[in-house]
């Protein structure tokens, strides 16, 4: 990983990508989670380590935000979902990164948020035509990103 020599022995992000590199910038990363029944999920994670978003300069918070929000367009203009959740909580790891996750109707916790219990299972060949789909979010990802 690039970016700032600000790291944290112990801290899942300092010491690992955190899921499937999609972009790396001096900065922050791009990262597609595995969460089943969520075929969408990505974070954004800041590369130093920092805890909270004020801990970045009003530069570096524009440039984090605009990530998140060039994410969040791109999952929108390829897949279509019924909403995007957005969330950056860092209770269970403490280092910057926000939660961008295309949401559908059918999946299978929605309307509630993705921790909450299940309500169905997902059907399988929906997600598997977000899956589909992924990979031409993803180029289009690192595109708009590569321009920050």
């Known amino acids: ?4 020599a600000a790291r944290v022995a112990g801290c899942v992000f300092c010491e690992q990508a955190g899921g499937r590199l ?3 910038g001096a900065r922050l990363r791009v990262i597609h989670a595995v969460e089943a029944g969520f075929p969408a999920f ?4 800041w590369n130093a380590h920092r ?7 009003r530069e570096e918070r524009a440039h984090c935000l605009d990530a998140v929000a060039e994410v969040e367009q791109c999952l929108r203009d390829t897949l279509a979902p019924t909403k995007i959740n957005v969330a950056a909580l860092g209770n269970m ?3 910057l990164h926000w939660h961008v996750i295309a949401r559908f109707d059918w999946d299978s916790h929605f309307p509630a948020p993705f921790w909450a219990a299940a ?15 992924l990979s031409a979010a993803e180029a289009a990802m ?3 990103l590569a321009a920050l």
């Open 42 to 45: 990505y974070r954004v994670v």
């Open 142 to 144: 690192a595109t708009r």
């Open 93 to 95: 790891v403490p280092h």
């Open 22 to 24: 999609v972009f790396e």
């Open 1 to 4: 990983m690039s970016g700032e």
């Open 51 to 57: 805890p909270e978003l004020s801990d970045l300069s």
């Open 119 to 133: 309500q169905r299972a997902a059907p399988a060949a929906r997600v598997a035509q977000v899956e589909a789909l």
